[in-house]
């Protein structure tokens, strides 16, 4: 049976990403099998597109200085858009703004889940000094945020963790996957890189405080 399928996001790049890549591989997956999706994600000003997975709204929404990602703040707008969809479930990929969702759905019976890309506790430690109790922060910030959704989904093993250790019973694993038309194994050009035997380390990744590239370039 065909369901009203809407996604929410933050923090997705109008040219970039890997959440704007994942989305739209989940919004078309979802269409093949013949549901309604509809997205919606911040943008500079209000505008209705269609594309080859179903309808993306965007919202209008401040950006955040020196990210070049905006942030949903109106949740007022959010929630009367929700209304006026009337969706049969409810995916959001968001843990700061976009939280009031999962209350909303509750309060009309949608099934809603929230996906976790990242860990919160680490992305405190990037911003916040150490002194601070940011483990417990995280951790009450999380149970409110599983409380309010009928599930958490992760995308590794990784961000599973920190909700694992505070026992929410909603959590799924759900890797996203590597699109192996594009990205696979090639024996010949590994050959031209290094010796047989040797491992190869190969990162691709914008110059961005939270993805710390010189992790990968210290490792190596």
Same mark, same amino acid.
């Given at each position: 049976?065909?369901? $009203? ?14 959440? $704007? ?27 209705? !597109? ?33 209304? !006026? ?5 409810? !995916? ?51 149970? @409110? ?29 759900? @890797? ?29 990744? $914008?110059?961005? %405080?939270? %993805? ?9």
């Amino acid at each position: 049976m065909s369901s $009203r399928i809407v996604q929410l996001a933050n923090f997705v790049h109008p040219s970039s990403g890997g959440l $704007r890549t994942a989305l739209s591989h989940l919004a078309g997956g979802y269409a093949r099998a013949g549901h309604d999706v509809v997205q919606i994600i911040p943008g500079p000003r209000a505008g209705r !597109e269609r594309t080859p997975w179903g309808c993306r709204i965007t919202v209008p929404a401040p950006e955040m200085p020196g990210t070049g990602y905006r942030l949903l703040v109106d949740r007022a707008a959010v929630l009367r858009l929700l209304d !006026e969809l009337g969706p049969d479930r409810v !995916e959001v990929h968001d843990r700061t703004t976009l939280r009031c969702v999962g209350r909303w759905a509750s309060s009309r019976g949608v099934p809603s889940l929230v996906v976790s890309h990242e860990r919160l506790d680490k992305l405190l430690r990037q911003w916040l000094p150490a002194r601070l109790p940011l483990d417990a922060w995280a951790d009450r910030s999380n149970l @409110a945020l599983a409380a309010s959704f009928d599930s958490v989904v992760c995308t590794t093993a990784w961000a599973e963790r920190e909700f694992a250790r505070i026992g929410v019973g909603r959590l799924r694993r759900v @890797a996203l996957g590597v699109d192996l038309d594009r990205f696979r194994p090639d024996v010949s050009l590994r050959g031209q890189m290094c010796a047989e035997g040797e491992v190869l380390l190969v990162m691709a990744s $914008r110059l961005s %405080k939270e %993805k710390r590239p010189d992790l990968a370039v210290g490792g190596a």
